[in-house]
Structure formats: structure tokens, C-alpha cells
């Protein structure tokens, strides 16, 4: 286990990991939580008994029975119970660890979000087509809400109760999307970290194929599309 950030942060810190057929990634994504804080694995029909895995290793396993990475991310953000939420692939190509610095500048008050924009390390980190799908959206994000972010990357935080407020309806490849869409609608503030991006351990199911990130930025550019949404909660304490 790595240090923990403070004894407030320790005690109130939930990382949803989505996991659909992760058995080979888990034992380093879970080694790599901070102490005190608890992994809440979101089982969305593995056949590689990754629930086993995840539960041997102390996890909290939640089952989501609709497929979709926006399903699998919402049921975790339902059942986690922490003042503080992150969200993180575990497919070992995010370090859970470097979410220390995130959930203090959200507990400081000094960002209501926090984003990590990847930097690929090695070779076969990020596709290339994946790369540009994301770099594609992230230009019509910035003309969408004005904020000047680089990635729509899944490594992030933000309190649970604020995130539950803006009424996330995306369950597909939309959702981290919407989220941040959302988010700047209701006027919360946006902050971008730096992140090691590695390779993936096992295939990847939507960004290692071009069919896979096609789905992804339809999904997305459907979430551009809406109409502004105004959350139901602020985003915390100022």
C-alpha cells in the first residue's frame, strides 16, 4: 500500500474501478490503493473470475449487469459511501496512487474536479487512433464549456454528494464526458494534473480498436449535443 494523504483524507476516500475481465491487472491496480482508503470494484460480467480476485485482495465488489463503462462507473459512484469519489480504468495503465494530490486539491477546496491528462510511457500506451479520437473531443469540449482541458481521461475526483447532483444519465462511453460537461454547466471548478499513462495489461475494449473508439466518440459527441443541464447540487464546500 502506498502513504495515505492526510488522516481526513485516508478515512473518506472511495476509487471505483469498472472492471470488465481484469483478473491479470487487479493484484497491481489494488496494491497501488492508498492506505485507509477502499477500492470498490464494479464487476460488468467478467468471465475471468476477476470478482474473485478483486474480493481476495480485500476489495468491495459491486455487480452491474448492464454493459457499458458508464454503467459500470455510475453503479460505483451509487454504491460508495466516502466524502470523496475517484475514478480510475483497472487495467494497470493508471497508477491509483497518483490520486493522492487530486483528492487533496478537491479537499482544500482549491478544484471541485480533478482530471488527470495522460502521458503516454512506453510503446503501445495509446493508440494512435485513440489518441486523436481524444484529441478531437477535447477541442469541442473546450468550444462547448470554455474549459481549457486536454484529455477526457478517466483517472479523476470530486465529492460524492456533488457528483451525485448532476444527474448523470450517460451509460456508455459518454459518461466521463457528460461528467465534466455537467460540471462546467453548473459552474464548478475544472483542474488538470499530469498522469503516467502505460501500456494496458490484457486487450483493451474500447480504445484498442478503431470500431471500439468509433462507439466511443459517438457516444460522446451525443453528449455534446444536449442541451445545457443545470445540477441539482453545488459542488461543496467553498
Known amino acids: 500500500m502506498t502513504e495515505s494523504p492526510s488522516a481526513q483524507c485516508a478515512a473518506t476516500v472511495d476509487v471505483v474501478l469498472p472492471c470488465l475481465d481484469e483478473a491479470e491487472a487487479l493484484p497491481w491496480v489494488l496494491s497501488r490503493i492508498p492506505d485507509g482508503w477502499r477500492a470498490v470494484v464494479v464487476d460488468n460480467?467478467?468471465?475471468?473470475?476477476?470478482?474473485?480476485?478483486?474480493?481476495?485482495?480485500?476489495?468491495?465488489?459491486?455487480?452491474?449487469?448492464?454493459?457499458?463503462?458508464?454503467?459500470?462507473?455510475?453503479?460505483?459512484?451509487?454504491a460508495a459511501e466516502a466524502e470523496y469519489v475517484c475514478f480510475c480504468d483497472c487495467d494497470a495503465s493508471l497508477d491509483p496512487?497518483?490520486?493522492v494530490p487530486y483528492v487533496r486539491e478537491v479537499a482544500s477546496g482549491d478544484a471541485d474536479l480533478v482530471l488527470g491528462r495522460r502521458r503516454?510511457?512506453?510503446?503501445?500506451?495509446?493508440?494512435?487512433?485513440?489518441?486523436?479520437?481524444?484529441?478531437?473531443?477535447?477541442r469541442m469540449l473546450?468550444?462547448?464549456?470554455?474549459?481549457?482541458?486536454?484529455?477526457l481521461g478517466?483517472?479523476?475526483?470530486?465529492?460524492?454528494?456533488?457528483?451525485?447532483?448532476?444527474?448523470l444519465t450517460d451509460r456508455r462511453s459518454g459518461y466521463p464526458l457528460q461528467m465534466v460537461v455537467?460540471?462546467?454547466?453548473a459552474g464548478w471548478r475544472v483542474s488538470e494534473r499530469e498522469v503516467p499513462y502505460r501500456p494496458r495489461a490484457?486487450?483493451?475494449?474500447?480504445?484498442?480498436?478503431?470500431?471500439?473508439?468509433?462507439?466511443a466518440v459517438h457516444d460522446m459527441r451525443q453528449v455534446l449535443a444536449e442541451p445545457p443541464v443545470i445540477a441539482h447540487a453545488s459542488a461543496g464546500a467553498r
Do not use: I, M, Y
Not at 125 to 130: D, I, Q, R
Not at 142 to 151: A, C, I, K, N
Open 142 to 151: 473546450r468550444r462547448r464549456t470554455g474549459l481549457q482541458l486536454h484529455d
Open 45 to 78: 460480467g467478467s468471465t475471468d473470475g476477476s470478482p474473485e480476485v478483486a474480493r481476495a485482495l480485500g476489495a468491495r465488489v459491486v455487480h452491474e449487469p448492464r454493459r457499458g463503462f458508464g454503467a459500470a462507473c455510475h453503479a460505483g459512484l451509487l
Open 154 to 167: 478517466p483517472l479523476r475526483a470530486a465529492r460524492r454528494e456533488a457528483l451525485l447532483g448532476l444527474g
Open 97 to 99: 496512487a497518483e490520486l
Open 202 to 215: 490484457g486487450k483493451s475494449k474500447v480504445t484498442g480498436t478503431w470500431r471500439g473508439t468509433w462507439q
Open 120 to 138: 503516454p510511457q512506453g510503446r503501445g500506451a495509446w493508440p494512435l487512433h485513440a489518441r486523436a479520437g481524444n484529441v478531437a473531443l477535447a
Open 182 to 185: 455537467r460540471a462546467a454547466d
